[in-house]
């Protein structure tokens, strides 16, 4: 996406794009902007940045891994920095998105190696690291886990290849409510 790119000025085109994705007006966008540039002086924030911002917002948690693993789903250009553009998009998204877009998004983040399918042990990390951010330290929440992931592609693939399509992902969330929950960690 590279949104930004590294220069921490907002391009009339980047604002007409962020006012149509978030229908924030440009005044608020501009606002927005200038708070983003305080925590991040060049116009890019850092995954430890970006890790720190959302530690604040979970303190007892000790999931630094789900941190990380948002910021690799935010970060769409795999450059290691989220632009403002990026981030805004992003967190707005999460807000306001349709349900297959914030479907779309929680597909990218359970598929964690890229290759556009989601595998059980994948499933089985995001849920652990989704439990440890509530701070439940449970000492089976590794079999857990592995064993919601299980029965998760078993209801979801709908191929039986054993592994997750995004079509699939979505489908069976949209299908099935109690899907989205489990794999909201809940």
Not at 145 to 163: Q, S, Y
């Amino acid at each position: 996406m590279g949104c930004g790119g590294s220069t921490p000025t907002l391009s009339k085109e980047e604002i007409v794009l962020l006012q149509e994705k978030t229908k924030l007006p440009e005044d608020k966008i501009r606002r927005m902007h200038q708070a983003f540039l305080k925590v991040c002086p060049a116009g890019q924030l850092t995954r430890s940045q970006f890790t720190e911002i959302y530690k604040h917002m979970f303190p007892n948690g000790k999931s630094t891994a789900f941190f990380e693993h948002m910021f690799r789903t935010f970060d769409k250009d795999n450059s290691g920095t989220l632009s403002f553009v990026e981030f805004m998009l992003a967190a707005h998204l999460t807000e306001i998105g349709t349900a297959e877009e914030i479907l779309d998004i929680s597909f990218r983040l359970y598929d964690i190696d890229g290759n556009q399918k989601i595998e059980a042990n994948e499933i089985a990390q995001i849920l652990k690291a989704l439990y440890m951010l509530h701070n439940e330290d449970r000492k089976d929440i590794e079999s857990m886990c592995n064993e919601a992931a299980k029965e998760l592609i078993a209801k979801m693939d709908t191929d039986n290849d054993g592994v997750l399509s995004r079509e699939e992902f979505i489908n069976g969330c949209l299908q099935d409510s109690s899907l989205c929950k489990v794999l909201a960690g809940n």
